[in-house]
């Protein structure tokens, strides 16, 4: 049996920047990721402009710039009634005033590398977590099933951490449950071709009943197509050509590239969650992230959150840790007391957003509109008030209550971030 001070369960993104945090401040940690490798489709690609601060802090802001991303400075979202603005991110302070949208995988290899490179870091692939162990009422590990040989194997630690999503099979294990927030969507992803000739960058689009948001990843679209909350056996039964013809209706530029997408079974659904846990703790357990409380993708803040519960952990338990000691609940409690009302903030944004805008429009048209979305009261004060897009775009891309690195686990970049 391994012996850790920490075990981090789930290689996205909270698991991985605390990983490497601790592992930096000297504490024996190990991630478990259940897959052979990053490499997933559709996982969230926006990289937040606080999160761009952590990484000039850590000294990956020269890495991540090399990677393939797109910079983005506005975001804005076009209706039947017109374009109309959401965020203007030039307005931001600080040295990043964009959010960037890269593949999330290439974001997870650069965290693995790095941390890596750090004597007490450990990370196992094909670990897919089956159990927590316990002693007393305690939790003391995680049993991992290695998914390439099916042997099984026990892991002890101090302290076990879930950063394994809004699935988390250590929250299962443990018998928690979070209470749920209603929601009126689900998304369905799927990617098209982009041409030399299309435009950069990130595009909404909202009508009677669909909802659709195009991400460029330079050689192709990610497309996201927002549908009612339990509508999508309705369109797969359909068929494929009603699903092209639906998508063309709404997004009418992509029409001459639709037949790539060859069978509903490239369509994949995100069963979209909002949820939140009313402890993330217990004796021996902490849970983070989508596994403490799911987000919807609205402002694709999800990820955001997600790295900022794991810098407070790692700043606020990583010198217990350090120490080899146990760590007290308290310390655990005071993880969530800090990260709580910034959870609570986003989440309730989210669900004003899902009323009053998501809500309406997928629901279908009102009498008198001709089938046609108006511009909602929120996007039209917007238009009126520029300077309100920077509120927006400040909540979007640096949130309520952003976290910076610790001082012991930064490191000086090649160059500043403002000289790039």
């Known amino acids: 049996m391994m012996n850790n001070e920490c075990a981090v369960v789930g290689g996205g993104p909270a698991g991985m920047v605390l990983g490497l945090l601790l592992a930096r401040g000297g504490v024996r940690v ?20 606080s999160t761009l601060t952590l990484l000039d802090e850590l000294g990956l802001g020269e890495r991540f710039a090399a990677m393939p991303h797109r910079d983005v400075e506005r975001m804005t979202v076009r209706l039947d009634a017109g374009e109309a603005p959401v965020a203007d991110f030039r307005r931001l302070p600080g040295a990043h005033r964009n959010i960037a949208f890269a ?6 290899d650069l965290l693995a590398a790095a941390a890596a490179e750090e004597r007490t870091f450990t990370l196992i ?7 927590v162990l316990r002693q007393d009422d305690t939790v003391v590990g995680v049993r991992y099933r290695d998914r390439a040989t099916g042997t099984e194997h026990d892991l002890a630690a101090s302290l076990t951490v879930a950063c394994d999503g809004r699935s988390s099979a250590v929250r299962a294990a443990a018998g928690i449950r979070p209470r749920r927030f209603g929601v009126p969507m689900d998304v369905l992803w799927f990617r098209l071709p982009r041409t030399s000739t299309d435009p950069d960058g990130v595009f909404g689009r909202l009508s009677v009943g669909r909802f659709a948001i195009t991400i460029d990843r330079g050689e192709y679209w990610q497309c996201a197509y927002v549908i009612p909350k339990g509508h ?12 092209r013809r639906d998508v063309a209706a709404l997004l009418p530029w992509t029409a001459d590239r639709l037949d790539s997408v060859a069978s509903m079974d490239d369509v994949k659904l995100l069963d979209v969650e909002l949820n939140r846990l009313r402890r993330w ?20 803040v999800g990820i955001n959150l997600a790295v900022a519960d794991a810098v407070a952990a790692a700043r606020i338990l990583g010198p217990t840790l350090r120490s080899r000691g146990a760590v ?17 903030v986003i989440q309730g944004v989210q669900r004003g957003i899902h009323r009053a805008i998501l809500a309406p429009a997928l629901a279908g048209p009102v009498a008198g509109t001709h089938g046609a979305t108006a511009l909602p009261l929120p996007l039209r004060v917007l238009r009126r008030f520029p300077v309100l897009q920077g509120v927006t775009a400040r909540m979007i891309a640096i949130g309520p209550l952003p976290e910076h690195a610790p001082a012991w686990a930064r490191r000086r970049a090649a160059r500043s971030a403002a000289g790039r």
């Open 281 to 300: 703790y217990a004796d021996g357990l902490l849970l983070l992230g989508d596994a403490a409380h799911a987000m919807s993708p609205v402002g694709g």
């Open 232 to 243: 999508d056996a309705a369109l797969r039964s359909a068929g494929i050509e009603e699903f």
């Open 30 to 49: 190990t991630v478990l990721e259940k897959h052979s490798d990053f490499l997933r489709d559709f996982r969230g690609d926006t990289v937040h402009a």
């Open 328 to 344: 007290p609940a308290r310390l655990l409690a005071k993880v969530q007391r800090r990260r709580w009302l910034p959870t609570v």
């Open 103 to 108: 593949p999330q995988w290439d974001l997870l």
């Open 125 to 131: 692939r094909d670990a897919e977590v089956i159990d």
